[in-house]
């Protein structure tokens, strides 16, 4: 038996940093973000915390899905921004939305966090060892960026997005890929926030997101086209059988590229990149929801999500709505 999603959350932070507001502190422009990453507004958290934002996400996700959280066995939570080391954040968000009966842990991924919750939430079902997992994204990436860098602050926001996944004897279709390049690590990193003797840790550099863009980019346009086909393949699928691309959302050049590299058009790569910026690993899920509450999908349709990211890391799966 597998698993099937039969609900999804989301929640933002209410405070907006639109790309004006980001010129009024770095070198830039409106017009130079939206050209080159599709980017034009981000929400930040204030108060908000990767514990309080994917607790908000997974309450409606198991409202949309009509499950009580007694119900949940396990919670995957794909976080690379948790303020704290331990408790785990998934064990927090147990507490916080009454999960009494549910094991939970975190998983660092990065941009890939989702798609390696959603495979480890159906290995979980298949091997029958739960039959409901909450998988929940959720990312406080303003608190890692250098927002003196112009290179990297421009790219990224906050948020967090879930879904419950349930095992389900008529789902049918699910092959998975996921992939990682450690040799290639030093492209995107962000080093500990908690060095040992570091007096002023915001004087050092390293503690911020750093990334090679242009590597970054070659990387993402050429693993994403791959890690689809080889799921395609697997399930024995065309690219004309699915209904839409659901893919990590970085940068709009990154989808278009992956697009015309897969010889389709923009129809069926949604993206919200606009709205939210780069969430890392929430932004597959928020997509996912937006998706789901606005009626564009169907049951029965396949769908294909891939994520990719630091590590690096990278991997797709296609599987029926
Ligand atoms: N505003 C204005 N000018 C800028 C800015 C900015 N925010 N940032 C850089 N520039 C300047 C540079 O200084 C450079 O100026 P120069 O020509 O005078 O030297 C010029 O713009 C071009 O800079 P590049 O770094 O070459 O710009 P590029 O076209 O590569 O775009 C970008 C940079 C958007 C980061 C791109 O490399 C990219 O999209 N990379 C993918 C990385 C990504 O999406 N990472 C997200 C995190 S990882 C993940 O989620 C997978």
Known sequence: MIGRICGTGSYVPEKIVSNDDLAKIVDTSDEWISERTGVRRRHIAG???VVSMAAKAAGRALENAGISPEEVDLILLATSTSNVIFPSA???VQKEIGAVNAGGLDVSAACTGFLSVYQMGQAYIQAGMART???IGAECLSRLVNWEDRGTCILFGDGAGAAVLQADASASCLQTALHSDGAKGWTLTCDSRHKEG????SKDLSTYIRMDGKEVFKFAVTKVPEAVREVLKKA??????ISWFLLHQANIRIIESVAKRLRLGMERFPSNMEE????????IPILLDEMNRSGKLERGQKLVMSGFGAG???GACVFEW
Do not use: F
Request: net charge negative; hydrophobic share 40%; aromatic share 6%.
């Open 236 to 241: 024995e699928l065309s690219v004309d059988d």
């Open 276 to 283: 939210y910026g780069n969430t890392s690993a929430a932004s």
């Open 133 to 135: 997992v909450l998988l």
């Open 312 to 314: 690096l890391t990278w």
């Open 90 to 92: 998934a064990c927090s």
């Open 47 to 49: 108060q908000d915390t």
């Open 198 to 201: 570091a007096k002023d840790l």
